[in-house]
């Protein structure tokens, strides 16, 4: 076990103004299963590249262990996978290799095949198992369920899970909760360490946020309050020091002495007031800081005339001598929000490509009207770029509703005005995702649409889909997510 201390970080990217962090000081234990979490954009990733010294930083970080990121990076993916695992430790020791890909419920024969010919779910579990028979290494995973399947995420929380020493950077709820100890979060003022799994990390977060608004409700009533009062005093200490030369026509002494005491007792009771409301605004200047907003969204779906809206007919997907889906039939109906399942490689993306009339080759038939109206959401982001006014302009959607909707999907006025390209991939995946929620469309069809999302961000699109219930085909490997809101199930 050895302390992994950040004291006093202080980071911004060069030519930028905004820092990323600020005065950052906490502690790890070596030997934690950490999941990180926190909103996208906030320097997840670049924290990580931070302990790596892959950047100058102001404060410091010390450590007696040294860091190790996955995913690795491959030069050459055509190179055989046990050339590869040997790049990346030089010292594998053959047994240990295959007893951590025997945890994974991988065979060994992959180390005899070239890696590009691995699903990604088996390159994932290779590098796994190769980044665990490092030695006093801290390890940095960053994002490792990106594209791996429903039971490929489970046999690897169930693998992190008898592991130790790590940052796990996921936005699958779930998964945090089957293989962390304790929760690393990024919050909008300061990064906060607490112990537990996700789920009672978001409990007591919400719990927290809960008393803060309470709190901060009662301290704008007793400023309010405690204001009304100190406009009473003031009047009143007035109307005192206005007696003190009585009332020339009454022809009475005046007792100074007893004014002058009453005046005096004005003056402390407004002085207690003063420091009361100074203290409450104080009190209340501490609350709020680090309560995420998760506004309302909208989407437009268009009325359809009919109640089918797309039938898959003994379809079959081929590439080559390969078929990937085989005899596949289903319906999509009017209210349908339909869940496609299965393996990698089974066909999934392929088949939402061919009902968007995307050129795949197949047999049988993918029935729908010309008329439907489809807004599609890719698994790929790579090709985004430029400003965001001429994305909207090319893709013929508002640009006012697709600038509000990322803004309520967390992205700043700030972030707005720049590049696509500089965006972080789950800012690019909020892109997609608004420009679809710009569109009003018959049938809504989105392609692992929650890779790099953050919770929140998840739990806001779950609320959206549950409240406009929107004709919705989907494939995604978010077992919370899909529990709550697949109608149906169809497996490949």
């Not at 047994?95 to 025997?102: D, F, G, M, N, P």
Request: hydrophobic content about 35%.
């Amino acid at each position: 076990m050895s302390i992994i201390s950040v004291t006093n970080l202080t980071f911004a990217y060069e030519g930028s103004y905004d820092n990323i962090f600020e005065h950052v000081s906490f502690q790890l234990d070596s030997d934690w299963k950490l999941g990180f979490t926190g909103r996208n954009g906030r320097g997840k990733t670049t924290f990580l590249n931070l302990l790596l010294g892959k950047y100058e930083y102001s404060g410091h970080i010390s450590a007696n262990v040294s860091f190790e990121y996955f995913p690795f990076h491959v030069d050459d993916k055509g190179a055989m996978t046990m050339d590869i695992v040997a790049e990346i430790v030089p010292d594998v020791v053959q047994w240990q290799l295959i007893r951590e890909l025997s945890l994974l419920q991988l065979s060994d024969d992959v180390l005899y095949r070239s890696f590009d010919s691995l699903s990604n779910g088996e390159q994932t579990k290779v590098m796994l198992a190769a980044l665990f028979l490092k030695d006093n290494r801290f390890l940095l995973i960053d994002e490792p369920t990106n594209h791996l399947d429903l039971h490929a995420r489970k046999l690897v929380g169930e693998y992190l899970r008898s592991k130790s020493g790590f940052i796990l950077v996921s936005h699958d709820r779930s998964f945090l909760d089957h293989c962390v100890d304790h929760i690393l979060s990024i919050n909008k003022t300061n990064i906060e360490i607490q112990k537990g799994n996700f789920s009672a990390w978001w409990e007591n977060k919400r719990r927290q946020d809960q008393y803060e608004l309470a709190s901060n409700e009662k301290l704008i009533k007793d400023i309010k309050r405690l204001s009304d009062s100190a406009k009473r005093t003031g009047k009143w200490s007035d109307e005192v020091e206005k007696s003190k030369n009585g009332t020339r026509n009454s022809g009475s002494k005046v007792d100074k002495g007893y004014i002058g005491h009453k005046a005096a007792k004005m003056m402390k009771r407004s002085k207690n007031i003063e420091q009361r409301q100074q203290s409450a605004i104080q009190e209340k200047s501490r609350l709020l800081k680090n309560i995420e907003t998760a506004d309302r969204l909208q989407i437009h779906p268009l009325p359809y005339h009919k109640n089918e809206l797309v039938e898959c007919d003994h379809v079959s997907i081929f590439y080559g001598s390969n078929v990937v889906c085989k005899d596949v039939n289903f319906r999509v109906e009017k209210g349908d929000r339909i869940a496609l399942c299965g393996a990698n490689g089974s066909g999934k993306s392929s088949l939402l490509k061919l009902i968007c009339d995307e050129d795949i080759p197949h047999t049988g038939v993918a029935r729908k009207d010309q008329q439907l109206k489809i807004s599609y959401v890719s698994q790929d982001t790579s090709n985004l770029g430029g400003q965001l006014s001429d994305y909207a302009a090319s893709q013929g959607i508002d640009e006012s509703l697709f600038r509000a909707i990322l803004s309520k999907l967390d992205l700043s006025r700030l972030q707005l005005e720049k590049d696509i390209s500089t965006f972080s991939a789950g800012q690019k995946k909020k892109v997609l995702l608004a420009k679809s929620l710009s569109e009003q469309a018959h049938l809504y069809i989105w392609d692992e649409p929650l890779n790099y999302i953050d919770v929140i961000s998840r739990m806001q699109i779950e609320e959206l889909l549950l409240e406009y219930a929107p004709t919705l085909l989907f494939v995604e490997h978010d077992s919370e997510f899909c529990a709550n809101i697949a109608t149906k199930v169809i497996e490949l």
